[in-house]
């Protein structure tokens, strides 16, 4: 059963104090931010539409931990132990995925999600808050829940194609950075489309699906993992 593998990968971040301290800092860094902006001024309903589009810190954040974490586990040998323990490979990558991209899709939507709680209490939900209201609102969440999932497998793909910290880290940032001039373009839309992180943004937006924004990061998530479990099965890992 892979029950204990998914158990033994939350212990670990449950206990992860870098992990903390990464969510402290993506915290403290969106409030830098939006000091001085009006985002937070603005009703419930509408300020994750507002403030999505900030989130290029919380990115790079989550990439430098993702190095450190996933990227770390090979170059500490730590993600061969289950194998050696008699686990299948697929097995201990699929239990160690799973835990990791729940956890970074928690730290990417935690201050959005703060910050709606925040602003309807301030500034009222903008709307009445009706059963379709609610259905609506929630769908979106789920959205970006997954778009950010699939956003975490990138470091992930990156540190098994390499097993290198160094290297999920310089290209989960590059990632994002060279993203930010497409998806600010005249065909930011087209774009994001295609890439998840961009998806966040309009969905949350309201300029996008969010039902399109799930089924692009399914398969988003679906493609890395089959490239991720192709490369190590080419691997020994024992």
Same mark, same amino acid.
């Not at 989130?55 to 289950?82: N, Q």
């Not at 989960?172 to 930011?188: F, I, K, Y």
């Given at each position: 059963?892979?029950?204990?593998?998914?158990?033994?990968?939350?212990?670990? #971040?449950? #206990?992860?104090?870098?992990?903390?301290?990464?969510?402290?800092?993506?915290?403290?860094?969106?409030?830098?931010?939006?000091?001085?902006?009006?985002?937070?001024?603005? &009703?419930?309903?509408?300020?994750?539409?507002?403030?999505?589009?900030?989130?290029?810190?919380?990115?790079?954040?989550?990439?430098? #931990?993702?190095?450190?974490?996933?990227?770390?586990?090979?170059?500490?040998?730590?993600?061969? #132990? &289950?194998?050696?323990?008699?686990?299948?490979?697929?097995?201990?990558?699929?239990?160690?995925?799973?835990?990791?991209?729940?956890?970074?899709?928690?730290?990417?939507?935690?201050? &959005?999600?703060?910050?709606?709680?925040?602003?309807?209490?301030?500034?009222?939900?903008?709307?009445?808050?009706?059963?379709?209201?609610?259905?609506?609102?929630?769908?979106?969440?789920?959205?970006?829940?997954?778009?950010?999932?699939?956003?975490?497998?990138?470091?992930?793909?990156?540190?098994?194609?390499?097993?290198?910290?160094?290297?999920?880290?310089?290209?989960?940032?590059?990632?994002?950075?060279?993203?930010?001039?497409?998806?600010?373009?005249?065909?930011?839309?087209?774009?994001?489309?295609?890439? &998840?992180?961009?998806?966040?943004?309009?969905?949350?937006?309201?300029?996008?699906?969010?039902?399109?924004?799930?089924?692009?990061?399914?398969?988003?998530?679906?493609?890395?993992?089959?490239?991720?479990?192709?490369?190590?099965?080419?691997?020994?890992?024992?």
């Amino acid at each position: 059963m892979m029950g204990r593998l998914l158990r033994a990968e939350l212990v670990r #971040y449950l #206990y992860d104090r870098t992990f903390w301290i990464a969510l402290l800092m993506i915290v403290l860094a969106n409030m830098v931010v939006l000091t001085g902006g009006h985002q937070l001024e603005a &009703p419930g309903r509408e300020v994750l539409g507002k403030i999505m589009m900030k989130s290029v810190a919380t990115m790079m954040i989550v990439g430098v #931990y993702a190095g450190l974490s996933f990227g770390g586990d090979f170059e500490r040998g730590t993600f061969s #132990y &289950p194998i050696r323990c008699g686990w299948t490979m697929g097995k201990a990558l699929l239990s160690k995925i799973l835990v990791f991209v729940a956890f970074m899709a928690f730290a990417i939507i935690l201050f &959005p999600i703060c910050a709606v709680a925040w602003c309807t209490l301030t500034n009222g939900w903008g709307a009445s808050f009706t059963p379709a209201e609610a259905a609506s609102f929630f769908v979106m969440l789920v959205s970006l829940m997954v778009l950010a999932a699939s956003t975490a497998m990138v470091p992930v793909l990156v540190s098994v194609a390499t097993r290198s910290s160094a290297a999920a880290i310089a290209i989960s940032l590059g990632v994002t950075l060279l993203q930010m001039p497409v998806l600010n373009g005249a065909h930011g839309l087209a774009a994001a489309h295609f890439l &998840p992180f961009g998806a966040m943004w309009f969905v949350a937006k309201g300029d996008m699906s969010p039902l399109y924004g799930v089924m692009l990061g399914v398969v988003w998530s679906i493609v890395l993992y089959a490239v991720c479990t192709a490369i190590l099965e080419r691997t020994d890992m024992k």
